[in-house]
């Protein structure tokens, strides 16, 4: 009793502030409370029963999904481990094969082996052949060959053995054929292009060389030597008979070579502000001897023609040494001897002016090239100190300066000494024969003042 009046209580406590929405519907005795509740129990349990229905439906559908991902994922990892078994057993398989087939082929795997390591080798003959510059993209078919990873077939082998007898082939030939050949601005002409088998490729007069890098023919950057150009425009007219050309057995090696070869320009360049002022001092003595020969042999040339007419004194060296004898012939031979003396210290100078300085500037010369070595190698050990010794070039302007100066102070120093030897030898002759006509009139005039 006292519990069913509790829950009335309660009820009545919940209901309290529903029944200030509606109080018209508020039950009004113990015993409408009472009814209320049971009727709101009854409700609540029904709908209780409902969900609780309901839930016990839901959990039955989990464990339903929850049992079917389970027989899935157990599914998976039996699929996984047949997998895994069926890749072994492909493996096992795949070397039987393998290993039937080594067995299969016999000396075929060898020949195999023989032809993918000749093919690679012949494609690369091939890429830098000058007669591919004549019949490109031969190559193609060769490396491809020696790539493969099966035996190639009969009609393979056959093309292959045909490629290299046509190299053979043509490389004893000498043709023309028509092609584009690029210069060194970039410019590209057709014209005709001459090939000696596989050495060289020559147009209009000059070496070209094939670059398999582009594919091009292009002009050397600087030819060789002029003697080894020259014949080839008459090589290149002939149209019968043997005519000279230099070919390059390195088949265009050493062609590329010669263009890094350093040119006469380059040389100068390389000797710096030194070099260039030995190359003055060579070009001021050169121009000093050459006016002292030419004077010294206008002068030589009078007095020679002089000594054939004593009689009569010209405008020359001699001509004014005689004049002073016609002078002076009643003075004593003491007296003349002393004229003539003066005579000739008067010409003396004359012949022998600026000679001293062809001489000074032969010492100066290797003077200047050794100022230029120590520049060099002064320049040369900066480098090594800043940059260190692993880029060669970076010290190799320095040593080309060291060297190039040396060099051209000797080259200037040798043509100076030579010159001012032979100007010297000149000026002496003449001053010799000066003396000899000199000494001459005076034995004369002695003679002539005994009798």
């Not at 070579?257 to 350093?262: D, R, S």
């Amino acid at each position: 009793m006292k519990k069913l009046i509790t829950t009335a209580v309660v009820a009545a406590s919940l209901s309290l502030t529903a029944g200030m929405v509606n109080a018209a519907d508020a039950p009004k005795t113990i015993e409408q409370l009472l009814q209320q509740v049971k009727t709101d129990r009854a409700a609540d349990g029904k709908v209780n029963a409902k969900r609780e229905a309901e839930f016990q439906a839901e959990r039955g559908d989990k464990a339903a999904l929850l049992q079917r991902e389970k027989n899935a994922l157990a599914t998976e990892k039996q699929r996984g481990k047949d997998l895994n078994q069926a890749f072994l057993d492909n493996e096992r398989k795949i070397a039987q094969l393998e290993e039937d087939l080594k067995t299969a082929q016999g000396d075929l795997g060898e020949m195999f082996g023989v032809v993918k390591g000749e093919a690679g080798d012949f494609a690369g003959k091939l890429v830098g052949s000058n007669i591919s510059a004549q019949y490109p993209k031969r190559d193609a078919f060769i490396a491809d060959l020696g790539a493969r990873k099966q035996l190639p077939k009969i009609e393979e082998l056959e093309k292959f053995w045909q490629e290299q007898l046509f190299e053979m082939v043509e490389s004893g030939k000498v043709v023309k054929f028509e092609g584009a050949v690029t210069d060194i601005d970039g410019n590209v002409r057709n014209t005709t292009i001459h090939r000696v088998g596989n050495f060289n490729l020559t147009a209009d007069g000059k070496y070209v060389v094939y670059n398999p890098e582009l594919g091009l023919i292009q002009e050397l950057s600087q030819q060789p030597e002029g003697y080894q150009v020259a014949p080839i425009a008459k090589w290149e007219g002939a149209s019968s008979g043997a005519e000279k050309l230099y070919i390059d057995p390195a088949r265009g090696t050493l062609l590329n070579i010669f263009t890094q070869k350093a040119s006469f320009e380059d040389r100068l360049e390389a000797g710096g502000p030194i070099g260039y002022i030995i190359i003055g001092l060579l070009a001021l003595g050169i121009l000093i001897g050459l006016e002292r020969l030419l004077t010294l042999t206008l002068v030589g040339t009078k007095v020679n023609a002089q000594r054939k007419n004593i009689a009569n004194p010209g405008n020359n060296a001699l001509g004014r040494i005689l004049k002073v004898y016609q002078d002076n012939k009643d003075v004593d031979v003491e007296t003349l001897e002393l004229k003539l003396d003066e005579a000739i210290l008067k010409e003396t100078p004359a012949l022998e002016a600026r000679i001293s300085i062809i001489k000074v500037l032969a010492a100066i010369a290797p003077m200047m090239g050794l100022l230029g070595t120590v520049t060099g190698m002064i320049a040369t050990f900066q480098s090594i100190q800043l940059f260190g010794t692993g880029d060669p070039k970076l010290m190799a302007g320095g040593i080309s300066m060291a060297l190039v100066t040396t060099v051209q102070g000797l080259i200037a120093a040798l043509p100076l000494m030579l010159v001012h030897a032979i100007v010297v030898a000149r000026s002496k002759s003449i001053v010799q024969t000066l003396e000899e006509q000199s000494a001459g009139i005076i034995a004369e005039h002695a003679e002539k003042r005994a009798d």
